[in-house]
Each structure stands twice: as structure tokens, then as C-alpha cells.
């Protein structure tokens, strides 16, 4: 009997897990998995022109703004301790080769020395991608009507930009088309250009998901006919990601990215398992509004189902979060 009870923990000195959450400090002391402001990086959607602020209705929040209309975002993010941004460019005109991709007065280019004005210790992060920037919203130059895209002839544009970005004085260029071999040309063509020290964050295992939805919407790169399957990779396979991962690494990536994050935990698990690289997971724009939508209609409190969707990226292994709730996020977390 005593044997038994020993067995169940029912003994004196036993353990009792209860022990170590009586009190919100106790269990703040050997939490395991910790959610800082530090952690965070706030996605900005960046327009031509000037006068322009527009809110994004499926990301209540977020707009979509002319560079003259960054300051006051830009102060509240430095007011609130957030240190990073990742912009997507909306330029005026688009063609068939995103050729404004790789304006050096585009708005990518604008903003960031904007940013970099206002805020010259902002961690200003640059989507590459010719999606925002093509008249068809595919992520290269196309094969035909298929949507299939012409890889190789990619590459050069995407190396093109992202010398734009870093002249204009982005930190970190971070390439998102999924072309093969994207990291290797972009880093000939940074360092060719002199920018050796630009560190390239790679959007390594990016899947085809219904998840961006709102995102498509708000960057206004939605495919005007076709998908981004031939290119983005399949919900179902996890081996593949490792695949992808491992190339990119080869190829000189300094930093690695899982996008989605919540339906993609495993994948976060696998490469922080796998691989020294600082990993970056981004909790995209579908995951942001449902969480809104729930919210509004009073199914969820969103403040405790936000941050913890948040902490369960991070104990998967995520070193940082790209996340539309940023600001919202830091601060609850100053008030807590």
C-alpha cells in the first residue's frame, strides 16, 4: 500500500506541482518561457505618394501610409520599446517585372531613411519580394498564365532591390519570394555592391497558407488569377521545410524565418532543434484578425488568448516574433 501511495506522490515530502503556483510572483520565478518587448517586430505597410493614411479594415489597427505620415508611428513604437519594423512597399505603378521593386526613391527606399531620421537606432527590416510591385501579384517574372515563375530571371530583380534597400540604410534585407537559390544571389549582390555587412533574414520555410489573407489585402498583391502554390510549400510537409532550411543556411542566410507561426509550432521546434541560426516566426495577418474577430464578438478575451498565442511561439523556439499585435502586446505586458 505504502509502495502504491508512493508511486502517486501521496506521501509525506511528495511532490506536488501546486506547490509552485500559488502566487502570480511564484510562478513568474521559474516561469520557463519568457514574452518581452524585446521580441517583437512590428510590420508597416508603406505607400507612394504623400497625404495618404488609410486604415487596413481587415487588420483593425493598421493602415496602410505615405512616408510623410510615419512620425507619429514611428514615435509610438519608440515610446513603447519596440525597436524593429519589416516594411512592404505599395508603389504607384506595378508592371509585369516589378521594375519599382528596385526604385531607389520607392517607398521601401523612402521609409526607411525616414525611419532611420527619426529613429536612427529603429531595426528597419526589408521585405524583398516583386509581389507588392507586379501588375499580376505574383512573387517573379512570369512563364505565362500559369502563374509559373521564371526562377533564375528572378533572382537578378530580387538582388536588385535588395541593393536598393540596403543603400537606403535597411539593417537587414529579407527576401520572401521563394525563389531557389534566392539567398546566394542576393548575397553576391550585396556584396558586390559593398554591403557585406548587411545580414539576410531569411524567409526559409514559407508556406502556401490561407492564412494570408488579410495581408494580400492590405499590401494589395493579391494574384489576379492563379496561386502561389508552384512556389510557396505545401501545409503538409514538414521534411520539405527542413530541406528548404538547410539550402538556405548553405547558401549564407544569417538569420532564419517560419511564417506561419501558430499552425507551424512543430516546424519552429524542428529548425530551432536543427540549427544555431537566430529564428524569427511570423504570426501573420490571418492569425491577427481571427483573434480580432473573436474578440469583437466576445467569444475570447483577446488580451490573455493574444499574449498567449505570443508565449507559445516563442517556447516553440521562435528568438523573435514579426506580429501585426505588437504594439498592443507591449502594452499589456508593461501593465502586467
Known amino acids: 500500500m505504502v509502495d502504491t501511495e508512493r508511486e502517486q506522490g501521496h506521501v509525506t515530502g511528495a511532490v506536488r506541482m501546486r506547490r509552485l503556483r500559488r502566487t502570480g510572483a511564484l510562478r513568474a520565478l521559474v516561469r520557463e518561457t519568457t514574452l518581452t518587448v524585446d521580441d517583437f517586430i512590428h510590420p508597416l505597410f508603406i505607400t507612394a505618394g504623400a497625404g495618404f493614411e ?53 517607398p521601401v527606399p523612402r521609409a526607411t531613411r525616414a525611419i532611420k531620421a527619426r529613429a536612427p537606432e529603429m531595426i528597419v527590416i526589408a521585405d524583398v519580394c516583386l509581389c507588392e510591385y507586379t501588375n499580376h501579384g505574383h512573387c517573379g517574372v512570369l512563364v505565362d498564365e500559369s502563374g509559373d515563375v521564371r526562377n533564375d530571371e528572378t533572382l537578378e530583380l530580387l538582388g536588385r532591390a535588395s541593393v536598393a534597400y540596403a543603400e ?42 490561407a492564412f494570408y489573407g488579410p495581408f494580400r489585402a492590405a ?82 478575451d483577446e488580451r490573455r488568448s493574444a499574449l498567449e498565442s505570443l508565449v507559445a511561439i516563442r517556447r516553440a523556439g521562435a528568438d523573435a516574433i514579426i506580429t501585426y499585435y505588437a504594439k498592443e502586446a507591449a502594452v499589456w505586458l508593461a501593465e502586467r
Not at 544569417?254 to 499552425?263: H, R, T
Not at 530551432?272 to 480580432?292: F, I, N, T
Request: net charge negative.
Open 168 to 209: 537606403a540604410g535597411a539593417d537587414v534585407i529579407a527576401p520572401s519570394a521563394m525563389m531557389d537559390f534566392q539567398i546566394a544571389a542576393i548575397r553576391r549582390a550585396l556584396d558586390a555592391a559593398g554591403h557585406t555587412h548587411i545580414p539576410i533574414l531569411s524567409y526559409a520555410a514559407k508556406y502556401s497558407s
Open 54 to 106: 488609410k486604415p487596413i479594415e481587415t487588420m483593425p489597427g493598421h493602415s496602410q501610409r505615405s512616408v510623410d505620415r510615419l512620425d507619429a508611428e514611428i514615435d509610438e513604437l519608440v515610446s513603447l520599446g519596440i525597436s524593429s519594423v519589416l516594411l512592404f512597399g505599395i508603389p504607384a505603378e506595378k508592371d509585369a517585372r516589378g521594375t519599382a521593386s528596385y526604385d531607389p526613391d520607392g
Open 219 to 300: 499590401a494589395e498583391s493579391t494574384p489576379t488569377f492563379g496561386d502561389r502554390r508552384s512556389y510557396q510549400m505545401d501545409p503538409a510537409n514538414s521534411r520539405e521545410a527542413m530541406r528548404e532550411v538547410e539550402l538556405d543556411v548553405a547558401e549564407g542566410a544569417d538569420m532564419l524565418m517560419v511564417k506561419p507561426a501558430g499552425a507551424y509550432l512543430d516546424i519552429i521546434r524542428q529548425v530551432r532543434d536543427r540549427w544555431g541560426h537566430p529564428l524569427v516566426a511570423y504570426q501573420v495577418s490571418g492569425e491577427y484578425a481571427m483573434l480580432k474577430a473573436a474578440a469583437r464578438l466576445g467569444w475570447i
